[in-house]
């Protein structure tokens, strides 16, 4: 297992369009989040898997922003009509967890670059 | 809501010498507090955590410490090298949740 494999790295759109994303975190976490990352700031919380199940969505996240994990593998986040405030870094992670109030560090892909022009 | 805050948010030191960052946090629930490094094109990776139980972690060249009183957490990376040269991001995490500083960029000099 090479780690957490973000596709595709660079992706540019135009405004208005459909973009979506992959995540392969590793094979044996069953926790994945996806964060966002805009020009000097930390990473910000989007969404959080545990297996297949989206247990929590930041309200950051509109209506036009949907992710998905189907059979607890791999992860997509698809954001739909796009605008120029959606250009930023996204980032997947996963993580292992023992138990459901537990936590522990993240393992983050390169991330996906999205400019929308 | 709850945040983390960080500093400096730039920090030049002189190869050799130390750095020290600096981060303060608002979620009382807050149990685990890791750190990443961030180079140019990557993502954030995992150089060192500490849990709320602990108040103190060393790890060769680097350090943190925790004071859950006050609410502080703070990086110490000793000997630094250019290749330390990287954006650092303190967190703080409670349940499944963590919440990410604004990031310190370290340049170390040669």
């Known amino acids: 297992d090479t780690g957490v494999s973000q596709d595709p790295r660079h992706k540019i759109t135009k405004r208005g369009q459909n973009v979506t994303f992959r995540c392969d975190p590793i094979s044996e976490h069953n926790r994945l989040y996806w964060y966002r990352q805009t020009l000097g700031q930390g990473p910000e919380f989007l969404t959080y898997?545990?297996?297949?199940?989206?247990?929590?969505k930041s309200r950051l996240l509109s209506d036009r922003f949907s992710a998905e994990r189907p059979k607890g593998s791999f992860s997509t986040l698809e954001i739909q009509r796009t605008e120029q405030g959606d250009s930023a870094m996204y980032l997947c992670?996963?993580?292992?967890?023992?138990?459901?109030?537990?936590?522990?560090?993240?393992?983050f892909g390169s991330g996906t670059r999205l400019t929308v022009v | 809501g709850e945040n983390v805050e960080q500093h400096p948010s730039t920090l030049s030191v002189q190869e050799g010498d130390s750095a020290v960052i600096k981060c303060t946090y608002s979620?009382?629930?807050?149990?685990?507090f890791p750190w990443y490094k961030q180079e140019l094109g990557k993502g954030p990776q995992l150089i060192i955590d500490?849990?709320?139980?602990?108040g103190e972690k060393k790890d060769q060249r680097i350090a943190v410490t925790l004071n859950k009183t006050a609410k502080h957490f703070s990086l110490h990376i000793t000997e630094t090298q250019p290749e330390d040269s990287a954006v650092y991001f303190c967190a703080a995490g409670a349940g499944f949740k963590t919440i990410f500083g604004a990031g310190t960029r370290l340049f170390v000099k040669a």
């Open positions: 500490i849990r709320s139980n602990v």
């Open positions: 992670a996963s993580s292992l967890a023992r138990g459901q109030g537990s936590n522990g560090g993240y393992t």
């Open positions: 898997f545990q297996n297949e199940a989206q247990l929590e």
């Open positions: 979620d009382s629930a807050s149990n685990y």
